[in-house]
């Protein structure tokens, strides 16, 4: 088959790494594939992996969205590919995509939600529910967005597809040691570290982790933080003002995760809202002692007190004491992270 891959950019983020498991597994399955990216915001190792693997990637670029004449371009390209079936992913593509992959007469049209998208203003649901009724299949990567899928994007039930996100287990198998990574992040030789990997947004619930971690006034835990986004500022800023700046290490987006993921003494997943988070599932392979929040997928794939601590979102206080339990409990923390 020929297949359409509409994303709204490519940055490094879960969705886009889901995207390229996706395209690369097909890919070995021989069927052709393309990527259309609306945003002119990429991750350059991406786009070439991708180029790289056979992938065909073409660019509209924002102005050329607002200024019309990218709309242009990328319909009369889709009607000369002749397509057999397009994928939208993320909210733009969800609307501009699917109107434009409809036009451009590809024959069926998958959806993927990626998460309960509570973050939605009602005009952004408005305008993904207009176009709904365009698409054959959604896929959903958690069961438990389904509800949102139904009520807030108006998705027929009998549409829906339960696909699950995977990582490879294998690159998570061999981690670094603990003092390598405490000399990685310039860290003092016996201190606990605990860590999180993900976009630096509201969803992702860190400052929920920060006020956390001031609460448990212990001066030797450290925590890496690795991703990027527009919390950054605030984030730093908060760590200040709550006198833990010396302990929470925003290190930026790292291409290394896999090394030193396993390495950690906790790994925490503070989200508010998820679909089926790739950070979570990746400290799993990497058999680390996990907390997380009890939302959407997070609940799927981690059974409270079998896989790790579940805690209410927005609790400062619940997340606190779920990793100082974990913390106290070595043993505990290892059984449950190799259950994970």
Same mark, same amino acid.
């Given at each position: 088959m020929k297949l359409l891959f509409c994303i709204d950019h490519l940055r490094s983020d879960g969705t886009q790494k889901a995207l390229y498991q996706i395209v690369?597994?097909?890919?070995?399955?021989?069927?052709?594939?393309?990527?259309?990216?609306?945003?002119? %915001?990429?991750?350059?190792?991406?786009?070439?992996?991708?180029?790289?693997? =056979? +992938?065909?990637?073409?660019?509209?670029?924002? %102005?050329?969205?607002? *200024?019309?004449?990218?709309?242009?371009?990328?319909?009369?390209?889709?009607?000369?590919?002749?397509?057999?079936?397009?994928?939208?992913?993320? *909210?733009?593509?969800?609307?501009?995509?699917? +109107?434009?992959?409809?036009?451009?007469?590809?024959?069926?049209?998958?959806?993927?939600?990626?998460?309960?998208?509570?973050?939605?203003?009602?005009?952004?649901?408005?305008?993904?529910? %207009?176009?709904?009724?365009? +698409?054959?299949?959604?896929?959903?990567? %958690?069961?438990?967005?389904?509800? *949102?899928?139904?009520? =807030?994007?108006?998705?027929?039930?009998?549409?829906?597809?339960?696909?699950?996100?995977?990582?490879?287990?294998?690159l998570y198998a061999n981690p670094i040691s603990r003092a390598a990574l405490c000399n990685m992040f310039g860290l003092p030789e016996h201190a606990i570290v605990i860590g999180s990997v993900g976009r630096l947004t509201r969803q992702k619930g860190f400052d929920v982790l920060l006020k956390a971690l001031s609460r448990l006034n212990r001066g030797e835990i450290h925590l890496i933080l690795a991703g990027t986004g527009e919390e950054k500022e605030r984030l730093h800023m908060q760590a200040y003002h709550l006198g833990i700046d010396k302990q929470v290490h925003l290190v930026g987006y790292r291409r290394d995760v896999p090394r030193w993921l396993g390495a950690l003494d906790l790994y925490v997943q503070p989200s508010r809202f998820e679909g089926a988070p790739n950070a979570l599932l990746e400290a799993m392979a990497a058999s680390r002692p996990i907390v997380a929040t009890d939302v959407d997928g997070n609940s799927e794939l981690i059974s409270d007190g079998t896989h790790g601590w579940l805690t209410p979102a927005e609790s400062a206080d619940a997340l606190a004491n779920a990793i100082s339990d974990a913390l106290a409990n070595p043993s505990e923390a290892r059984r449950r992270g190799e259950m994970a």
């Open positions: 690369a597994g097909l890919i070995e399955r021989n069927h052709r594939i393309a990527v259309l990216c609306l945003n002119d %915001s990429f991750d350059v190792q991406l786009l070439d992996d991708m180029r790289k693997i =056979g +992938v065909s990637a073409k660019i509209t670029g924002k %102005s050329g969205l607002v *200024f019309g004449y990218g709309i242009g371009r990328a319909l009369r390209w889709m009607q000369r590919e002749q397509f057999d079936c397009a994928v939208t992913m993320l *909210f733009w593509s969800d609307v501009v995509g699917r +109107v434009l992959i409809h036009k451009a007469g590809v024959p069926k049209i998958v959806s993927s939600i990626r998460a309960r998208n509570t973050n939605y203003a009602l005009w952004q649901l408005w305008l993904v529910r %207009s176009t709904t009724p365009l +698409v054959n299949v959604f896929v959903l990567n %958690s069961r438990r967005i389904a509800r *949102f899928a139904v009520a =807030g994007e108006g998705v027929p039930p009998e549409r829906i597809i339960y696909i699950p996100n995977g990582v490879d287990v294998a």
